[in-house]
Protein backbone atom coordinates (compact mmCIF):
# COMPACT_ATOMS: atom_id res chain seq x y z
CA UNK A 1 0.00 0.00 0.00
CA UNK A 2 1.20 3.23 -1.10
CA UNK A 3 1.64 5.67 2.00
CA UNK A 4 2.64 9.38 1.33
CA UNK A 5 6.16 10.44 3.50
CA UNK A 6 4.37 12.97 4.75
CA UNK A 7 1.11 10.78 6.00
CA UNK A 8 3.49 8.62 7.66
CA UNK A 9 5.24 11.35 9.71
CA UNK A 10 1.82 12.17 10.64
CA UNK A 11 0.56 9.12 11.86
CA UNK A 12 3.48 8.21 14.03
CA UNK A 13 3.10 11.18 14.97
CA UNK A 14 -0.46 11.15 16.51
CA UNK A 15 0.66 7.36 17.55
CA UNK A 16 3.37 8.97 19.86
CA UNK A 17 1.09 11.76 21.16
CA UNK A 18 -1.68 9.14 22.20
CA UNK A 19 0.83 6.78 23.92
CA UNK A 20 2.35 10.03 26.01
CA UNK A 21 -1.30 10.73 26.73
CA UNK A 22 -2.37 7.57 27.34
CA UNK A 23 1.03 7.14 29.65
CA UNK A 24 0.43 10.08 31.77
CA UNK A 25 -3.05 8.98 32.35
CA UNK A 26 -1.77 5.52 33.79
CA UNK A 27 0.63 7.30 35.90
CA UNK A 28 -1.26 9.73 37.18
CA UNK A 29 -4.12 6.59 38.40
CA UNK A 30 -1.29 4.29 39.57
CA UNK A 31 1.45 6.69 40.70
CA UNK A 32 -0.22 9.55 41.96
CA UNK A 33 -3.52 8.32 42.65
CA UNK A 34 -5.73 10.42 40.92
CA UNK A 35 -8.98 9.62 41.25
CA UNK A 36 -12.97 10.88 40.33
CA UNK A 37 -14.88 12.75 43.51
CA UNK A 38 -15.77 9.01 45.40
CA UNK A 39 -19.15 8.83 46.81
CA UNK A 40 -19.25 10.28 50.17
CA UNK A 41 -20.64 13.61 50.13
CA UNK A 42 -23.06 12.73 47.25
CA UNK A 43 -26.56 13.52 48.33
CA UNK A 44 -29.85 13.86 46.82
CA UNK A 45 -29.96 17.52 45.93
CA UNK A 46 -33.76 18.21 46.16
CA UNK A 47 -32.90 17.04 50.07
CA UNK A 48 -29.74 18.91 50.52
CA UNK A 49 -31.57 21.02 53.00
CA UNK A 50 -31.93 17.89 55.37
CA UNK A 51 -28.55 16.96 55.16
CA UNK A 52 -25.37 17.53 57.19
CA UNK A 53 -24.96 21.92 57.99
CA UNK A 54 -27.57 22.26 55.47
CA UNK A 55 -29.91 21.00 58.51
CA UNK A 56 -28.02 21.53 61.44
CA UNK A 57 -26.74 25.26 61.22
CA UNK A 58 -29.04 26.00 57.94
CA UNK A 59 -28.13 28.61 55.49
CA UNK A 60 -26.52 32.08 57.31
CA UNK A 61 -23.04 32.87 58.76
CA UNK A 62 -21.71 30.80 61.90
CA UNK A 63 -19.45 31.05 64.03
CA UNK A 64 -17.64 27.49 65.14
CA UNK A 65 -15.74 27.00 68.13
CA UNK A 66 -13.09 24.27 67.92
CA UNK A 67 -12.03 22.13 70.77
CA UNK A 68 -8.93 24.62 71.40
CA UNK A 69 -10.95 27.20 71.93
CA UNK A 70 -10.39 28.63 68.51
CA UNK A 71 -13.13 30.04 66.23
CA UNK A 72 -13.31 29.74 62.62
CA UNK A 73 -16.97 30.89 60.62
CA UNK A 74 -18.75 28.25 58.72
CA UNK A 75 -20.66 29.75 55.38
CA UNK A 76 -23.07 27.70 54.40
CA UNK A 77 -25.21 28.46 51.30
CA UNK A 78 -27.82 26.61 48.76
CA UNK A 79 -27.60 27.51 45.50
CA UNK A 80 -30.85 27.31 43.75
CA UNK A 81 -32.53 28.73 40.01
CA UNK A 82 -31.58 31.87 40.42
CA UNK A 83 -30.76 32.81 44.29
CA UNK A 84 -28.26 31.99 46.52
CA UNK A 85 -29.96 31.67 49.80
CA UNK A 86 -27.07 32.66 52.49
CA UNK A 87 -29.92 32.70 55.09
CA UNK A 88 -31.77 35.97 54.21
CA UNK A 89 -30.42 38.36 57.26
CA UNK A 90 -29.56 40.97 54.92
CA UNK A 91 -30.70 41.90 51.32
CA UNK A 92 -29.73 44.93 49.02
CA UNK A 93 -31.56 46.90 47.06
CA UNK A 94 -31.81 44.16 44.25
CA UNK A 95 -33.04 41.69 46.70
CA UNK A 96 -29.81 40.08 46.90
CA UNK A 97 -28.43 38.60 50.00
CA UNK A 98 -25.46 40.18 52.22
CA UNK A 99 -23.48 38.90 54.76
CA UNK A 100 -20.51 40.26 56.44
CA UNK A 101 -17.40 38.88 58.11
CA UNK A 102 -14.58 40.78 59.31
CA UNK A 103 -11.09 41.04 58.75
CA UNK A 104 -8.81 37.99 59.11
CA UNK A 105 -11.58 35.44 59.53
CA UNK A 106 -10.86 32.08 58.93
CA UNK A 107 -13.95 31.43 56.68
CA UNK A 108 -15.44 28.04 55.50
CA UNK A 109 -17.51 27.81 52.51
CA UNK A 110 -19.91 24.93 52.44
CA UNK A 111 -22.34 24.96 49.13
CA UNK A 112 -24.71 23.02 47.14
CA UNK A 113 -26.77 23.28 44.67
CA UNK A 114 -30.67 22.27 45.03
CA UNK A 115 -31.23 21.86 41.40
CA UNK A 116 -29.16 22.07 38.05
CA UNK A 117 -25.56 22.98 38.09
CA UNK A 118 -24.12 26.56 39.26
CA UNK A 119 -20.86 28.31 39.95
CA UNK A 120 -20.16 29.85 42.87
CA UNK A 121 -16.76 32.57 42.54
CA UNK A 122 -15.82 34.77 45.27
CA UNK A 123 -14.16 38.02 43.36
CA UNK A 124 -11.03 38.59 44.54
CA UNK A 125 -10.16 35.28 46.33
CA UNK A 126 -9.21 31.58 45.55
CA UNK A 127 -13.02 30.32 46.12
CA UNK A 128 -14.56 28.71 42.86
CA UNK A 129 -16.76 26.12 42.13
CA UNK A 130 -18.83 24.29 39.98
CA UNK A 131 -21.68 23.30 41.87
CA UNK A 132 -22.44 19.85 40.96
CA UNK A 133 -25.78 18.63 42.05
CA UNK A 134 -25.81 15.84 44.13
CA UNK A 135 -22.48 16.83 45.59
CA UNK A 136 -21.17 19.38 48.40
CA UNK A 137 -18.39 21.84 48.03
CA UNK A 138 -16.52 23.25 50.57
CA UNK A 139 -13.18 25.26 50.95
CA UNK A 140 -11.69 27.33 53.03
CA UNK A 141 -9.89 30.69 53.27
CA UNK A 142 -8.94 33.90 55.11
CA UNK A 143 -10.55 36.56 54.24
CA UNK A 144 -8.01 39.83 55.23
CA UNK A 145 -8.91 42.57 52.83
CA UNK A 146 -11.79 44.73 53.87
CA UNK A 147 -14.07 45.77 51.16
CA UNK A 148 -17.13 43.80 49.02
CA UNK A 149 -17.03 41.19 47.12
CA UNK A 150 -19.00 39.58 44.63
CA UNK A 151 -20.46 36.07 44.76
CA UNK A 152 -21.59 35.16 41.39
CA UNK A 153 -22.80 32.56 39.45
CA UNK A 154 -20.61 31.72 36.56
CA UNK A 155 -22.30 28.08 35.09
CA UNK A 156 -25.07 29.39 32.60
CA UNK A 157 -28.29 27.77 34.31
CA UNK A 158 -31.03 29.10 32.78
CA UNK A 159 -33.10 32.40 32.06
CA UNK A 160 -32.39 34.18 34.83
CA UNK A 161 -28.16 33.20 35.75
CA UNK A 162 -27.36 36.39 34.96
CA UNK A 163 -28.61 38.13 38.01
CA UNK A 164 -27.76 35.01 39.94
CA UNK A 165 -25.48 36.74 42.38
CA UNK A 166 -24.51 37.93 46.14
CA UNK A 167 -22.49 40.22 48.52
CA UNK A 168 -19.84 39.48 51.13
CA UNK A 169 -18.76 42.33 53.23
CA UNK A 170 -15.43 42.20 54.70
CA UNK A 171 -15.93 44.52 57.62
CA UNK A 172 -12.13 46.38 59.07
CA UNK A 173 -10.87 44.36 61.74
CA UNK A 174 -10.77 47.85 63.64
CA UNK A 175 -14.66 48.56 63.40
CA UNK A 176 -16.33 45.31 64.41
CA UNK A 177 -13.86 46.21 67.56
CA UNK A 178 -16.06 49.59 68.40
CA UNK A 179 -18.48 47.98 67.58
CA UNK A 180 -18.79 45.32 70.21
CA UNK A 181 -17.84 48.42 72.47
CA UNK A 182 -20.69 50.30 71.74
CU1 LIG B 1 -26.87 29.80 38.72
CU2 LIG B 1 -25.97 30.62 36.67
Redesign the pocket.
Known amino acids: MHMDRYERYWLIAVAITLAVFFSALVAGAVIYGVRLDDPTQIVNPAMVDQIGDFATLGPGVHVITREDGTTYKKIVIL?Q??HFNAGGAELDENGKEIIHVTQGDEVQFVVASRD?T??FLVQEHNINFELVPGQISSAKTIMNRPGQYAIV??????KE?QG?WMTIIVDPASESVSQNQE
Do not use: T
Open positions: ARWVHGCHEYCGHM
